[in-house]
């Protein structure tokens, strides 16, 4: 008898649609049980997994919350041939229904809060997170980064803030308030460079 040649495949479940059940995991136990207590360990029960398998893809429950709202956010839908004012009122509101997703609120508000006094999680969250998007639209709207640091600051801290108070992501009114005043201070006024 012939023996049967080893698998080319390492052990353990196919990495294709796990990445995508963890994260669906994640956001449910974070919605359902708040992210505090949103442990690696009932996340990975939620998907079905070990922890273990959750531990090899990223080294803590911050990184992984990180890849999680990545994936939540995917790429900046920036519209081609879109002027200033468009491309920062389309942004506005996509951060806001992004944010006002189940889950996806709490999460980035959880992970951001633990960076404050975590400065490795609050590089992830930097590196991974906000400096892609930071590019993207400083090519887009042909700013510095500073101003475009702002706009950010002024947006996802207005939302998460609103989310941290009432638990509700802010309501379609208080969004176009919010592109209003955004607007008035980059493409209006201009502001200070």
């Known amino acids: 008898m012939t023996p049967t040649p080893p698998s080319a495949r390492p052990p353990g479940r196919p990495r294709t649609g796990v990445d995508a059940e963890v994260f669906s995991a994640t956001l449910s136990t974070v919605r359902e049980l708040g ?7 009932r996340i990975a029960a939620a998907a079905g997994i070990a922890k ?3 531990y090899r893809r990223w080294p803590s429950k911050g990184a992984l919350i990180v890849d999680c709202l990545l994936d ?3 790429p900046v839908p920036l519209q081609e041939g879109a002027d200033r004012a468009e491309l920062m009122s389309s942004t506005i509101r996509w951060i806001a229904a992004t944010i006002g997703e189940p889950g996806v609120g709490d999460a980035f508000a959880g992970v951001f809060s633990d960076a404050v006094s ?12 906000q400096d892609p998007y930071l590019l993207a639209l400083r090519e887009a709207l042909d700013e510095p980064p500073n101003r475009v640091l702002f706009f950010i600051d002024v947006v996802v801290g207005t939302l998460l803030h609103r989310m941290g108070m009432t638990g509700e992501p ?17 493409v209006v006024g201009a502001g200070p460079t």
């Open 118 to 129: 975590d400065p490795a999680l609050r590089e992830i969250l930097s590196t991974r997170l």
């Open 72 to 74: 939540a956010f995917g």
């Open 35 to 41: 992210y505090a207590r949103a442990t690696v360990e």
């Open 170 to 186: 802010m309501v379609d009114a208080d969004v176009d308030a919010l592109v209003a005043m955004v607007l008035s201070h980059f």
């Open 52 to 54: 273990t398998t959750i």
